[in-house]
Nanobody
Framework: VQLVESGGGLVQPGGPLRLSCAAS????????MTWVRQAPGKGLEWVSG????????YYADSVKGRFTISGDNAKNTLYLQMNSLKPEDTAHYYC???????????WGQGTQVTVSS
């Protein structure tokens, strides 16, 4: 199993950014997937999840209405479209696979998002 995130970078407040997570080594459509972030000096924060077989989507209150999670089963890729970014969205963003029991059993290396003017 391998998860590889990309798409992070420096963006101005209010701007958009799209993260991607390329998955391999498992049947992508059979697993729920999640985005988790960690801000500097803080713990892990769950951001969003998707049942790729559904798809049903879920969001933390802090990103609801601004972020959109999606998955492309043909490309085995998970996305996170982030709009109206705020400085408090600055964090290292990870994608993770859920093992069916609400446990995240595989993680990518993450991608850094910095929101600053």
């Amino acid at each position: 199993v391998q998860l590889v995130e990309s798409g992070g970078g420096l963006v101005q407040p209010g701007g958009p950014l799209r993260l991607s997570c390329a998955a391999s080594g498992f049947t992508f459509s059979s697993y729920d997937m999640t985005w988790v972030r960690q801000a500097p000096g803080k713990g892990l924060e769950w951001v969003s999840g998707i049942n790729t077989g559904g798809p049903n989507t879920y969001y933390a209150d802090s990103v609801k209405g601004r972020f959109t999670i999606s998955g492309d089963n043909a490309k085995n890729t998970l996305y996170l479209q982030m709009n109206s970014l705020k400085p408090e969205d600055t964090a290292h963003y990870y994608c993770a696979r859920e093992d069916g029991g609400a446990t995240m059993d595989y993680w990518g290396q993450g991608t850094q998002v910095t929101v600053s003017s």
